[in-house]
């Protein structure tokens, strides 16, 4: 019993007793396969954290991308409001004003509506989630297919892509 415990002993710390001369020698072959082992592992380890570290930054870089996309649609709403109220500004400054004003028919695919009343220009479109953007008028007394916006808030149909905005005796009147 004794001998077996000892050869236990021994072949868990990698030495092996061999008949032969029984003389005990170390077993190059069970280092070996425990280093190989070990090296798999730690590539394995650290393959692993470079995978990871590259999904987080793909996830990081288009979270930022789709910020910007977000950020750049509302700029370029913004400026599709201003240009509209600044003609409307031009045409309440110019007695006998008479232009066919054009502008987009949608925003990056996606139509979008745009109301006047109370001397504001409201541009509403969704992208996910609803976005309004309001910019003052020059003047409240502007007349929209019909409508006193002074009064009332009226709506037009951006999807024809134009407008015929004129002044008629210092009154904006704005038809499509």
Known sequence: MDN????RIREVVGIHSHRKGLRETSCNSCAIHSHKGQLAFEFMLIYSFFILVFIASLFVISQRSAEQQLYAE?????????RFADEIKIASAIQGYEKNYSFPRTMRS??????VGSGLLELNYSVGR????????????????????ATAIS?????????LIKNVNGRVVITQ
């Open 74 to 82: 509302g700029v370029f709403a913004k400026e599709v409001a201003m």
């Open 155 to 163: 709506s037009f149909d951006t999807a024809k892509g134009w407008a």
């Open 130 to 149: 609803e976005i309004d953007i309001i910019y003052p008028l020059a003047t409240s007394d502007v007349v929209l297919n019909g409508v006193d916006t």
């Open 4 to 7: 077996k415990r000892s050869t």
């Open 110 to 115: 996606v139509s979008y509506g745009v109301r």
